[in-house]
């Protein structure tokens, strides 16, 4: 059964930093592609950023392009998200994802980000 338990999360001010962590078990991870989205207060998730398992290639959503950095560490299992300049907009639940193809995606339970202004 894969899992995945994000950390990292936290109150920030307007302009610092978080690195959130994405700790992933229960299977090989080869060929997935690890991502991660965000949930503000009434508003639907949506993407952040993503990261293939094997290989270079990186995702960003418009919003955090320049902003944000998605790395992985296969030998800890683990992908993180480098979060710099952080605005109140970023203000939302921070959820870890890993999609296998032709199967449903699995989620982590989410961390709370808060930027103050």
């Known amino acids: 059964q894969v899992q995945l338990v994000e950390s990292g999360g936290g109150l920030v001010q307007a302009g610092g930093s978080l690195r959130l962590s994405c700790a992933a078990s229960g299977r090989s991870f080869g060929g997935a592609i690890m991502g991660w989205f965000r949930q503000a207060p009434g508003k639907e998730r949506e993407f952040v950023a993503g990261?293939?398992?094997?290989?270079?290639?990186?995702y960003y959503a418009d919003s955090v392009k320049g902003r944000f950095t998605i790395s992985r560490d296969n030998a800890k299992n683990t992908v993180y998200l480098q979060m710099n300049s952080l605005t109140p907009e970023d203000t939302a639940v921070y959820y870890c994802n890993v999609n296998f193809p032709s199967q449903l995606p699995y989620w982590g339970q989410g961390t709370q980000v808060t930027v103050s202004s």
């Open positions: 990261i293939r398992w094997s290989g270079a290639s990186t």
